[in-house]
T-cell receptor, first 117, second 117 residues
Framework: AQTVTQSQPEMSVQEAETVTLSCTYD???????LFWYKQPPSRQMILVIR??????QNATENRFSVNFQKAAKSFSLKISDSQLGDAAMYFC??????????????FGQGTELSVKP | SQTIHQWPATLVQPVGSPLSLECTVE??????LYWYRQAAGRGLQLLFY??????ISSEVPQNLSASRPQDRQFILSSKKLLLSDSGFYLC????????????????FGSGTRLTVV
């Protein structure tokens, strides 16, 4: 079965600095998607960034970028120029192929990020 | 544009009472639908997913059931609630996206906070 592991329950970063959140996953598939979601105190799930496994280029969205290492099954999130609004719980997630388990999302346990002013 | 509605936002129910949470999607057809549960400070656990009307896959044996009576309607139910059913319930939808590159992501509802007393 596929699993997603986030080994950092909590992280802290100074405002305007850079922080990296770690995620590893386990799968025997070759075609899949990976995501980072942000969950603020409102508990709304907000998509931060996504990566398609068949693309070797790392995804980037403004201050957010990923380091996708397919062979190592690693998918870390880098937040540059951290802002107070970045404080939230961050979840790494893996999407199963649609032909296998209906394209469901499997989540890691989350990393609580705090940003210090 | 596509939207997802989930209600109620908050619910307090006594042990042994029935439950019905509803989720509807607008602006798309034949979506994949999902129910997740999140315990306080934890990751999201997939409960059920559906790839079509009347097609329900259960992930975790439990006190809950799901139904999809219409294409864009997904209902989470229980005949008799347990204390352990308390949590934050999230509905989500996605496009089926069978081929690489044709999948666009997931959209989550705003969630239901269920407290069983």
């Amino acid at each position: 079965a596929q699993t997603v592991t986030q080994s950092q329950p909590e992280m802290s970063v100074q405002e305007a600095e850079t922080v990296t959140l770690s995620c590893t996953y386990d799968t025997s598939e070759s075609d899949y998607y990976l995501f980072w979601y942000k969950q603020p105190p409102s508990r709304q799930m907000i998509l931060v960034i996504r990566q398609e496994a068949y693309k070797q280029q790392n995804a980037t969205e403004n201050r957010f970028s990923v380091n996708f290492q397919k062979a190592a099954k690693s998918f870390s999130l880098k937040i540059s120029d951290s802002q107070l609004g970045d404080a939230a719980m961050y979840f790494c997630a893996y999407r199963t192929p649609i032909y296998n388990q209906g394209g469901k999302l499997i989540f890691g346990q989350g990393t609580e990020l705090s940003v210090k002013p | 544009s596509q939207t997802i509605h989930q209600w109620p936002a908050t619910l307090v129910q006594p042990v042994g009472s029935p439950l019905s949470l509803e989720c509807t999607v607008e602006g798309t057809s034949n979506p994949n639908l999902y129910w997740y549960r999140q315990a306080a400070g934890r990751g999201l656990q997939l409960l059920f997913y559906s790839v079509g009307i009347g097609q329900i896959s259960s992930e975790v044996p439990q006190n809950l059931s799901a139904s999809r009576p219409q294409d864009r309607q997904f209902i989470l139910s229980s005949k008799k609630l347990l204390l352990s059913d308390s949590g934050f319930y999230l509905c989500a939808w996605s496009t089926p996206g069978g081929r690489a590159g044709s999948f666009y992501g997931y959209t989550f509802g705003s969630g239901t906070r269920l407290t069983v007393v």
